[in-house]
């Protein structure tokens, strides 16, 4: 398994699909070592080596990247340079009649694919978001020319299978310049990915049913093969710690639908200025709150967001109308994605049947 984000290891049935050892081969770019990122990826690979010995890491060797690119180009062209080293030390594991079974990459390392291919060695790929960005990214090459002629109109939007229209406005970064490296990369993924033998999704299939049978209709991109789409989620990183941490005690201890979440994910970084406007906001709307707050202060790109816009918004959720029906949506989804984890569940299935897929190789 080749990845920059966590692989999915985190998921017991994943973890179980074969008793013999399981190699992780990882690169890392010397370029983020201070990160929080890097810092938490490091605890992760700690964590994961302690709590399953069969779990095996190879890294590759360092290589020093082009002072020429931004930190987020880096992020889709460094797995490019790492292709050489990776064939390298894929040959020298089937030298020592360890040929692996399959490999499993996530889109950013995209460039690894056609190495894997050369060596006749079945790849996957795992989508660690939702299917309904996975839709829009197997959909690009289709929709390039519309995006060409109307990502410079804000009041326009795009078009993909299985979702709503989206803004031009809230498009990801990389659509921001069609000839830069992000976009690129994106494009390349999307041709590479249908030739796959498989991508894994962290959703399940009730959860996002539009998006889901889109892409296994063959919408996104019809002139392509439909690979088989494995719903395995939602996934999410198992502590390891035999005790609950004390916010999920606390978190039970309140009443139903009474907390408000904020979380911005692992790239969420906000300078000292906006995570105080985030304090004063979820203070003045008297409601219950649980922060997830990035270990450090870096620079954050977009728009700033006011503490009275904050509060807005956090009252609309717990004090409307319309924000119970969202809340009562979320509890549905909660009881779902259970179900789906469960026994007989859609994402337990889907996980079995990629188990078998991988047993007859």
Same mark, same amino acid.
């Given at each position: 398994?080749?990845?920059?984000?966590?692989?999915?290891? &985190?998921?017991?049935?994943?973890?179980?699909?074969?008793?013999?050892?399981?190699?992780?081969?990882?690169?890392?770019?010397?370029?983020?070592?201070?990160?929080?990122?890097?810092?938490?990826?490091?605890?992760?690979? /700690?964590?994961?080596?302690?709590?399953?010995?069969?779990?095996?890491?190879?890294?590759?060797?360092?290589? &020093?990247?082009?002072?020429?690119?931004?930190?987020?180009?880096?992020?889709?062209?460094?797995?490019? $340079?790492?292709?050489?080293? $990776?064939?390298?030390?894929?040959?020298?594991?089937?030298?020592?009649?360890?040929?692996?079974?399959?490999?499993?990459?996530?889109?950013?390392?995209?460039?690894?694919?056609?190495?894997?291919?050369?060596?006749?060695?079945?790849?996957?790929?795992?989508?660690? /978001?939702?299917? %309904? %960005?996975? /839709?829009?990214?197997?959909?690009?090459?289709?929709?390039?020319?519309?995006?060409?002629?109307?990502?410079?109109?804000?009041?326009t939007s795009i078009d993909f299978p299985g979702v709503?229209? *989206?803004?031009?406005?809230?498009?990801?970064?990389? !659509?921001?310049?069609?000839? @830069?490296?992000?976009?690129?990369? $994106? !494009?390349?993924?999307?041709? &590479?990915?249908?030739?796959?033998? @498989?991508?894994?999704?962290?959703?399940?299939?009730?959860?996002?049913?539009?998006?889901?049978?889109?892409?296994?209709?063959?919408?996104?991109?019809?002139?392509?093969?439909?690979?088989? *789409?494995?719903? *395995?989620?939602?996934?999410?990183?198992?502590?390891?710690?035999?005790?609950?941490?004390?916010?999920?005690? =606390?978190?039970?201890?309140?009443?139903?639908?009474?907390?408000? !979440?904020?979380?911005?994910?692992?790239? @969420?970084?906000?300078?000292?200025?906006?995570l105080m406007e985030m304090a004063i906001g979820l203070?003045?709307?008297?409601?219950?709150?649980? =922060?997830?707050?990035?270990?450090?202060?870096?620079?954050?790109?977009?728009?700033?967001?006011?503490?009275?816009?904050?509060?807005?918004?956090?009252?609309?959720?717990?004090?409307?109308?319309?924000?119970?029906?969202?809340?009562?949506?979320?509890?549905?989804?909660?009881?779902?994605?259970?179900?789906? $984890?469960?026994?007989? %569940?859609?994402?337990?299935?889907?996980?079995?049947?990629?188990?078998?897929?991988?047993?007859?190789?």
């Open positions: 398994m080749l990845g920059t984000n966590g692989p999915p290891s &985190s998921n017991g049935g994943a973890r179980k699909a074969h008793t013999n050892s399981q190699p992780f081969i990882h690169h890392h770019n010397h370029h983020h070592h201070r990160t929080i990122r890097h810092r938490l990826h490091l605890l992760y690979i /700690s964590a994961v080596s302690t709590t399953t010995p069969s779990i095996l890491f190879h890294h590759l060797p360092t290589i &020093s990247p082009p002072s020429s690119l931004t930190p987020f180009e880096l992020a889709f062209a460094l797995p490019r $340079l790492y292709n050489s080293n $990776l064939r390298h030390a894929l040959q020298t594991l089937i030298s020592q009649n360890s040929r692996p079974k399959a490999s499993m990459i996530d889109f950013f390392c995209n460039p690894s694919f056609e190495v894997f291919t050369s060596l006749g060695i079945p790849t996957y790929y795992f989508f660690t /978001s939702g299917a %309904g %960005g996975l /839709s829009a990214l197997l959909a690009i090459p289709t929709t390039h020319q519309t995006v060409v002629e109307k990502i410079k109109d804000p009041n709503p229209p *989206i803004p031009t406005p809230d498009l990801p970064e990389p !659509f921001s310049d069609l000839e @830069g490296i992000p976009y690129k990369s $994106l !494009f390349s993924a999307a041709i &590479s990915m249908p030739k796959s033998s @498989g991508v894994l999704t962290n959703t399940f299939t009730e959860f996002e049913p539009r998006a889901v049978k889109a892409i296994s209709d063959g919408l996104c991109n019809p002139s392509l093969p439909t690979p088989p *789409i494995y719903c *395995i989620g939602p996934i999410v990183v198992n502590s390891g710690e035999d005790q609950e941490h004390e916010c999920l005690r =606390w978190l039970d201890s309140q009443p139903s639908q009474s907390v408000v !979440f904020l979380c911005f994910g692992s790239t @969420g970084l906000f300078k000292a200025e906006q203070e003045k709307s008297g409601h219950r709150f649980l =922060w997830v707050v990035a270990l450090a202060l870096e620079e954050s790109e977009g728009g700033f967001v006011s503490a009275d816009e904050l509060e807005k918004r956090v009252r609309e959720l717990m004090d409307s109308e319309s924000g119970k029906r969202v809340r009562e949506r979320v509890m549905e989804m909660r009881d779902g994605a259970k179900a789906a $984890l469960g026994e007989g %569940g859609t994402s337990r299935v889907a996980l079995a049947e990629l188990v078998e897929s991988w047993r007859k190789g």
